[in-house]
């Protein structure tokens, strides 16, 4: 016997047993069971949903010698007939291929006569709205008043391009396109049925490329058992779909953690040397910050997931904010990756322009060991800045300089000229340490210091980033500490105020270039965010 696809094989014979469309089968049931059926239904939603399939049973519904049911008995003529395709009663036509108006006037003469065997002639017409003007014109006739016994079905992935006049005499029903937990589960049913050994993975890896439809995802599966040798193993489809191995999607995220630019680069060469496509890694780590956020913002949803353990320690380790802007990033980057130079540089640039913006998260209490390698991946390959010179790297290395001197003098409590060595030789990082150079000394009395905030940072002192600074403090301080802050006062030496003196010259032409990429201004723009101090450089 020859090869049956799985789709066809496998196409559901009944409502119960069609899934993920249960609104549409729910309204159309009722109308059968009450003998309220309207006589023209338009099924819309893209490839390989079931809209055929909908029709299909529809017409057995209609058509079945038990009566009109919505629980055709699958084992008449009629059914059977259905089922194989062979029904007369059951007009099927692709508007693709028959777009004129002579089909159309055949098809509608031959509406007239009473059905052969049946007892409703069915009309599908998929792709619907690649009919023309003249054919959907001789249509409306017809749906206008049709004879009793004619049911149509109108089939489209694009409803907007069918006039008005048609639309309004039809039923409309989206078929939703199909999430892949739903699409993986018929999978592994379709493979138990079918006695083909598989992994979960793999399923779910071909019910995420799938792209919602299920036909799709059952000629992959096909493709998969032929190439894995009857067996459907997530090794061999991720070959076959040219995916990489699972993990680098989460080596990606765990460089972003500790950011690490060289791990990052290395990632992104071994993807591109393997000849994985470079879109479906950027779709693979969007799907991952998916995931994140979901664990994030609903935790007990996440608990589903197939790496939900993986997801969860992400979810800790980088803020929530930060993961909808890398999800973002990640989405442009993808379809940018046509513009790009090649897709190597297109990739590239995208995982650097993650970790160009702020991902520790400062609820964690970690600091992140960042600062070193972000400096290695900002030096590669470039230039040395000169002594002396304004860039930068030379401020991180002054402040490198300074930071030694400083710890030398932390035992003492600093003076306020001195208070932004004193910060800048604390162990922070990210919005604790942007705080931390916001702020000028104006008193200590006792344990109290007393802290300049302009106004432009007041949030920063929020209380997660107040306790990291304080931390840091009683540390460096070896006694106890209490932070006031004053909002608004004049702020005279900040850490900020003389880096920034010292960087303006340098950084301002740079920053700008950077600062006015549309891409980056409609990041900042949407998503609040903050590009991090240092993380651009002039060459
Ligand atoms: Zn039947």
Not at 3 to 23: C, D, I, V
Not at 413 to 430: D, N, R
Request: charged share 20%; with cysteine; net charge negative.
């Amino acid at each position: 016997m020859s090869y049956q696809a799985l789709a066809r094989k496998w196409r559901p014979k009944t409502f119960a047993e069609l899934s993920g469309q249960e609104h549409v089968v729910r309204a159309l049931s009722n109308a059968l069971d009450r003998g309220r059926l309207h006589h023209a239904y338009l099924l819309t939603g893209t490839r390989g949903v079931g809209k055929t399939t909908i029709a299909r049973i529809l017409a057995k519904s209609l058509n079945c010698v038990k009566g009109v049911t919505a629980t055709p008995c699958g084992v008449c003529s009629a059914c059977v007939d259905i089922d194989a395709g062979r029904f007369v009663d059951l007009l099927e036509l692709d508007a693709a291929s028959n777009t004129g108006i002579d089909n159309m006037r055949e098809i509608l003469d031959n509406a007239r006569y009473a059905p052969t065997v049946g007892r409703y002639k069915v009309y599908l017409i998929d792709e619907v709205h690649m009919l023309s003007k003249a054919a959907f014109n001789s249509m409306l006739k017809t749906l206008e008043e049709p004879p009793e016994h004619v049911k149509f079905v109108l089939a489209t992935t694009d409803p907007q391009k069918i006039p008005v006049t048609v639309l309004s005499r039809c039923l409309q029903f989206n078929l939703k396109l199909l999430q892949p937990p739903l699409i993986a589960a018929r999978l592994s049913e379709i493979l138990r049925a079918e006695s083909i050994a598989f992994e979960d993975a793999a399923l779910a890896l071909i019910a995420r490329v799938a792209h919602g439809s299920m036909r799709d995802a059952l000629s992959i599966l096909d493709q998969a058992i032929a190439y894995g040798a009857g067996e459907v193993r997530e090794s061999v489809v991720r070959t076959m779909l040219g995916a990489a191995d699972a993990d680098y999607a989460y080596r990606i995220a765990d460089a972003l953690v500790v950011r690490d630019g060289p791990a990052l680069l290395a990632e992104a060469h071994s993807l591109a040397e393997h000849s994985v496509s470079l879109s479906n890694a950027l779709e693979e780590l969007a799907a991952l910050f998916h995931r994140i956020a979901v664990a994030q913002t609903v935790p007990d949803a996440a608990t589903a997931f197939p790496d939900a353990a993986r997801v969860k320690s992400l979810a800790q380790a980088l803020a929530p904010e930060f993961i909808q802007l890398a999800y973002q990033i990640c989405v442009q980057g993808r379809a940018d990756l046509v513009l790009a130079p090649d897709e190597t540089t297109g990739f590239t640039m995208t995982l650097l322009r993650l970790l160009a913006f702020e991902p520790a998260w400062e609820a964690t209490g970690e600091a992140p060991a960042a600062p070193e390698s972000a400096t290695d991946i900002r030096s590669s390959g470039e230039p040395v800045a000169p002594e002396g010179s304004t860039s930068a790297n030379a401020t991180q290395s002054a402040s490198a300089t300074s930071a030694a001197d400083a710890a030398r003098a932390a035992i003492t409590v600093p003076e306020p000229e001195a208070w932004p060595a004193f910060v800048a030789a604390l162990k922070l990082s990210g919005m604790a340490l942007q705080l931390a150079a916001q702020t000028a000394l104006k008193a200590v009395a006792g344990n109290e210091f007393v802290l300049a905030v302009p106004e432009s940072a007041r949030h920063l002192t929020d209380r997660a980033y107040a306790d990291k600074l304080k931390a840091a403090m009683e540390q460096a301080l070896g006694r106890r500490v209490r932070l006031r802050f004053e909002i608004g006062g004049s702020t005279g030496t900040t850490l900020a105020a003389q880096e920034k003196r010292e960087r303006d010259v340098a950084q301002a032409k740079t920053e700008a270039a950077f600062r006015d990429d549309p891409f980056v201004q409609d990041l900042l723009t949407r998503f609040d965010a903050r590009i991090k101090p240092n993380s651009i450089k002039p060459v």
